[in-house]
C-alpha cells in the first residue's frame, strides 16, 4: 500500500520492508532510514476484532520510529499517517476514509522549496546594505568630509537622501544578480512565477525595502567611529532581522493588535518581515492589491527609521 503513494506520477516514498526493529535503528543511527515504521504483532488480530465488535481486545498501537525533528522523518510521516489511518478505519468497519485534496495557487502547483526559498534570501541578501551604507557614511567622517558637509549646512536629510539613492542602485544589482542566478539554478521553471507583473513588483518592492534599510545604516553610523564598529553595530542590527523576521524559518505568532481583519504580530514590527511579506506575495500572487498591507506598513516604518537615523546622524556628526 504504501509503496502505492505517488507525487507528480512518481513514487514519494522508497519503502523496504526490514525483518526487526533492531535492525531499522541502525539504518536510523545510519542515516539510511528517515522512518522506520513499526507494527506490532496482534496488529491485524485487532483489527479483525474491531470488525466483528469484539470486545477486551487490547489495541494495537503503530509506532513511528525516526528523528522527529528531521525532514525526511516529517515529510515521510505526512505521506504515511493519512493512508495507515484511512486503512485501519476501512478494515476495523468503520467506513471508507475521508481524505483531502490540495488546491494550488494558480501557476503555483509545481513550484519547489527553492521557489519557496528566493524572496527571503532577497530580504537576506539587501539587508547587508546597512552595513554598507554605514561604512560609506563612517568612510566620508574619516576623510573629513563631513566637515565640509557641516559648513554647508547639509543637514542629515539631504545627506540620506544621497547615500540612499547610491545604496538603492546597489540594491537593483544586488536583486537583479542574485534573481538572476536563481533563475538558472531553476527557479519559477514550469510556474507562472516569472511572469512580468510579478518580477516588476518584486523590484518595487525590493527598491522600497532599501530606503528603511539605509535609514537602519545610518543609525548605526551614527554611533560608530570606524568600518570595524559600523560592521560590529550593523551585525547586532542586521541578525535579529534575519532569524526573527520569518526569512528562514517560521516563527511562533506573537498578536500585539487587530488593524481591520488583520492581526499584528510583534515581528512586523520589522521591515525585513513586511519586505518579506510582500515580495513573498509579489512573487506568487501577482496581485498588486496583496500587498496593501505590507506596503503600507513598510512605508510607515521607512519614514519613521529614516527620520530617526537623519535626526541621529544630524546631532552627532553633522553638528558644529
Known sequence: MLRAIEFE????????????????LISLREAKAGLVLVIPSGFTRSLEAARSGEAGT?????????DTAGFNYVFARGYIDPYIRGYIQIQSGLGPPVYGNYEFLPGTGTSS??????????????????????????QEEMHRTLTRFRLARVSGFDLVAGVSLAQMVLAVLEVTIGFLTAVLLGYGRGTDLLQPMRILLLFGVSVLFAVPVVGLGMITAAFSRNDGDAASLGSIILVPMVFLSGILFPMPAVPLFTI?????????????????????????????????????????QTVIIVWIGAVLFQKRKLRA
Open 113 to 138: 522549496d527553492f521557489d519557496a526559498a528566493i524572496p527571503g534570501l532577497l530580504v537576506f541578501s539587501l539587508l547587508f546594505l546597512i552595513i554598507s551604507s554605514a561604512s560609506s557614511l563612517v
Open 9 to 24: 506520477g512518481k513514487p514519494a516514498l522508497d519503502v523496504k520492508i526490514i525483518e526487526s526493529e533492531a535492525q531499522g
Open 260 to 300: 481591520g481583519t488583520r492581526i499584528v504580530g510583534l515581528y512586523d514590527l520589522m521591515p525585513s518581515t513586511l519586505a518579506s511579506e510582500a515580495i513573498r506575495k509579489a512573487v506568487t500572487l501577482g496581485d498588486p492589491s496583496a500587498l496593501i498591507y505590507p506596503v503600507a506598513g513598510l512605508l510607515v
Open 58 to 66: 487490547p489495541a494495537a498501537e503503530i509506532e513511528y520510529v525516526g
